[in-house]
């Protein structure tokens, strides 16, 4: 595809279940990133992916959450046991490499009841 | 402190104003985005840069990377400009993720 993609675009799902969100990045970029946007927030870093090394995990705020990728493809950001708190949108966004523009998915919009 | 502070957190204009935003930044980086995020939540990169000026359209973003200063300016400001425009430095060294500004909320009135 020509963007980068998000599914699902909205998950309701209720507190102490998990999910699992995904990102196809665009295609030949090696930089992957995940990001937060609460209700009426700024965005918050969550993760980064470059290439094959070791992520950068630093924004996970709690190891509730955790995201693997597979090579320089798909990516999965998987929040267990979901609290309330973690409602917001979840934004991905990838770049040819480290330094690149970063192209931004639609979002997937979480609602934990 | 935050690590990056952008103002005017609101602004409201006229049709046909020129508009500038601005951003401090107290970390080292090594590029700097501007984003738009529209009314819908959808995010777009304006502008990567690391030095200097870019020009796109009627958008104008400059940076000093010794005064650790950026500015995004709109000439002749139309109300589809509206949105949020947010700075967002790229963190320098081996990690490689964005910090974020609050955001500047613009809305352009005809």
């Known amino acids: 595809g020509a963007g980068v993609s998000q599914s699902p675009s909205n998950k309701v799902t209720e507190k102490g279940k998990d999910v699992e969100l995904r990102c196809d990045p665009i295609?030949?970029?090696?930089?992957l990133y995940w990001y937060r946007q609460r209700l009426g927030q700024g965005l918050e870093f969550l993760i980064y992916?470059?290439?094959?090394?070791?992520?950068?995990k630093s924004g996970l705020p709690s190891d509730r959450f955790s995201a693997e990728r597979t090579g320089e493809s798909v990516s999965t950001l998987t929040i267990q046991r979901t609290q309330q708190e973690d409602s917001a949108v979840y934004l991905c966004?990838?770049?040819?490499?480290?330094?690149?523009?970063?192209?931004f998915g639609p979002g997937t919009r979480l609602t934990v009841t | 402190k935050n690590e990056v502070e952008q103002s005017p957190q609101n602004l409201t204009a006229q049709e046909g104003e020129f508009i500038t935003i601005n951003c401090s930044y107290s970390?080292?980086?090594?590029?700097l985005h501007w984003l738009q995020q529209h009314p819908g939540g959808g995010i777009v990169s304006l502008f990567m840069?690391?030095?200097g000026k870019k020009k796109h359209g009627r958008l104008i973003a400059t940076i000093n990377i010794q005064e650790k200063h950026s500015s995004l300016h709109i000439t002749a400001s139309h109300p589809r400009d509206s949105a949020v425009y947010i700075c967002?430095?790229?963190?320098?060294?081996?990690?490689?993720?964005?910090?974020f500004g609050k955001g500047t909320k613009l809305s352009v009135k005809p």
């Open positions: 966004a990838s770049a040819r490499d480290r330094v690149g523009e970063q192209y």
């Open positions: 295609s030949g970029h090696t930089a």
């Open positions: 992916f470059q290439g094959n090394s070791a992520p950068d």
């Open positions: 970390v080292g980086i090594s590029a």
């Open positions: 840069l690391s030095s």
């Open positions: 967002a430095p790229l963190r320098g060294g081996s990690q490689g993720n964005l910090i």
